[in-house]
């Protein structure tokens, strides 16, 4: 019945745990859920407040335009020189996207022909790989190793892989690493992507999640970045606005053309009202960001006390609300979520589920308050391993 595009599918990670997850509450123990990456704080009122008033304008109960509102645009164009010091053309350099999730799945379609590479990290976010699979194409894993700080070597790419592929998909503060980008690096990556005819798509998702005043940095400041990628931004993490569905991609402006062809012939742009909200999340206080940090730089802190009593050596992360953890000695990731879930109703996701390079570890999402992350620590503090 189904497509072998649908068959080649891995199965979806995240169901499997719910189901595990399910079976625990219905034996009535209560489970503090560190697994998936979803904000529990509220969107800021001021962006509701935006949302209700434009909500009402019928104005905005229409069709929207393909590729995002001129103002929507004009205001990442804006953050962007605000936050990053790069100016870009709201009308050829910016798309408003459905939720950067949507543009990145999107995106292969435009680029790849069946049988081109994409070059994915491993382990990663798992859209890279399934919107490649999707394009009919053939996604080529880059392991992010430990060792090398969490970035792909290029250098070990074989030569005839290089040859094939199209794109290369990065994503720093990196999910599920939590690793940075050190300097220097998508300096590489351009000189790579020009040398060998690849475009570059930058996931940007948490940008302004950083901690210890560490600041991460756009890949279109390095040069020449303009000429060979995109990136791809998000409110979801920075705005605690998951279920709004409102990001937008950045660059250069054939790629982006290239990708809002396909979005124009798949998708209707994102509800006008919520475009608008957006534009007052961007342009309204920012004091909100600086809260998110402080608030997750306390649950990183309490965390890390956890894993250091589980004898789990681990660097505290300077981004990403995640913790990425060696599993103990004796398990592997599989085996060790299962013993947090059955033994102390903890979820933690598996690494494998980020790909086969994401075995050996655990991703913490730093999703609950401080005192549910104290309560873990001190279910944790009772495990035997
Ligand atoms: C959360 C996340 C996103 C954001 O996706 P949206 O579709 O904008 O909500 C993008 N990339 C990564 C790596 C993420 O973890």
């Known amino acids: 019945m189904y497509s072998e595009r649908i068959n080649k599918l891995p199965p979806y ?11 625990i509450i219905k034996k009535g123990i209560d489970v503090i ?33 393909y590729i995002g509102m001129l103002s929507f645009r004009e205001a990442a164009a804006k953050w962007y020189k605000d936050h990053f010091g790069i100016d870009l053309d709201p009308v050829t350099q910016v798309l408003a996207l459905i939720g950067s999730k949507e543009g990145l799945a999107h995106a292969p379609l435009a680029f790849l022909n069946s049988g081109d590479i994409a070059l994915v990290p491993d382990p990663a976010y798992p859209v890279y790989k399934i919107g490649t699979l999707f394009a009919d194409a053939r996604p080529y894993s880059m392991p992010l190793l430990e060792k090398n700080g969490f970035i792909p070597d290029l250098e070990a790419i074989p030569k005839d892989i290089v040859k094939q592929a199209r794109l290369m998909f990065l994503n720093y503060p990196n999910n599920p690493t939590s690793a940075t980008v050190p300097e220097g690096f998508f300096n590489e990556v351009v000189e790579f992507a020009r040398e060998n005819d690849i475009i570059v798509i930058h996931d940007n998702a948490y940008s302004e999640m950083t901690y210890d005043g ?38 250069n402006a054939q790629i982006i053309s290239g990708l809002g062809k396909i979005k124009t012939n798949v998708d209707s742009g994102a509800f006008e009202a919520i475009q608008e909200a957006g534009i007052v999340a ?9 809260e998110m940090r402080e608030i997750y730089t306390q649950r990183r802190d309490a965390l890390m006390v956890g894993l250091k009593g589980l004898g789990i050596k681990v660097q505290p992360p300077k981004a990403t609300f995640y913790i990425w953890a060696p599993v103990p000695k004796g398990y592997d990731s599989t085996s060790f ?15 494998i589920g980020f790909g086969d390079y994401g075995e050996g570890y655990i991703r913490f999402a730093l999703t609950q308050s401080v005192d549910r992350i104290n309560e873990a620590v001190k279910r944790m503090e009772q495990l035997t391993i």
């Open 337 to 351: 979520s299962k013993l947090l879930l059955e033994e102390a109703g903890i979820v933690a996701t598996p690494g």
């Open 214 to 251: 560490n600041i991460a940095p756009s890949f279109l400041q390095a040069d020449g970045a303009m000429d060979v990628g995109v990136e791809f931004h998000s409110l979801s993490k920075t705005y605690n606005m998951t279920g709004w569905r409102i990001g937008f991609a950045v660059g």
């Open 282 to 290: 961007m342009q309204g206080p920012q004091d909100c960001i600086n």
């Open 33 to 65: 859920d560190l697994g998936v990456g979803d904000p529990d704080m509220p969107t800021p009122d001021h962006i509701i407040q935006a949302l209700y008033r434009s909500a009402k304008n019928p104005k905005r109960h229409r069709y929207p335009s």
């Open 13 to 23: 990670l995240f169901a499997a745990i719910d189901e595990a997850k399910e079976k």
